[in-house]
């Protein structure tokens, strides 16, 4: 059955991977804001309900069914910090030095500690309608370590930070691909993939 979804997310780069990966469906994915649906607020302390929250606003606003994802970064040693709070972690900045901000606080925040374990979460969330009681919820973990300096120069956020021993380089250094078939999103987005397959 051919569906139109909204993705509750302005983001372009997001729309054109999932776009790729929902395109053996036949569905169609659009954003939110081209249907002039403005972000909502994500108040809440975790990732599954902020999802809920956006699935929720963009298909009551639009009356199609919603696709919405959160994600961040959780570091154990610092009680899951960053967390849902991860895009804003050393501030409610949003400038184009967010994201040496938020890396330079992860790393004073962990200094001197030697628990480095951290992992990347995403919860992917999909809504028939505003009011679906049983919606679909999928989510993928990424594990990795913190570094004490940045390497890299690919990817966006804590990738430059976020180590993966197995590989010997940081989510950063990876090209594209790999870190898609390895991501906690590019998981979530796999397995929604096949629930909506079976929808």
Request: net charge negative; glycine share 8%.
């Amino acid at each position: 059955m051919n569906r139109t979804i909204v993705l509750a997310s302005n983001n372009t780069g997001k729309l054109a991977e999932m776009q790729a990966l929902l395109a053996p469906l036949d569905d169609q994915l659009c954003t939110q804001s081209s249907l002039g649906v403005t972000e909502v607020a994500e108040p809440h302390p975790t990732f599954i309900e902020n999802c809920l929250t956006k699935a929720r606003h963009a298909a009551r606003h639009t009356g199609l069914a919603a696709l919405a994802d959160d994600s961040g970064l959780c570091v154990p040693a610092l009680h899951g910090a960053p967390g849902v709070h991860s895009a804003r972690y050393a501030s409610e900045n949003t400038s184009a030095q967010r994201d040496q901000r938020n890396n330079a606080h992860l790393i004073n925040q962990l200094h001197g500690s030697t628990e480095r374990a951290a992992y990347y979460y995403c919860v992917m969330v999909y809504l028939r309608h505003a009011d679906d009681p049983q919606p679909i919820i999928t989510e993928g973990i990424w594990h990795g370590m913190i570094l004490d300096a940045p390497r890299g120069t690919q990817g966006f956020g804590y990738d430059p930070l976020f180590w993966l021993p197995e590989l010997g380089k940081t989510a950063a250094e990876l090209d594209v691909t790999t870190k898609n078939q390895l991501s906690h999103r590019g998981q979530a987005l796999r397995r929604m993939i096949i629930r909506l397959g079976e929808e």
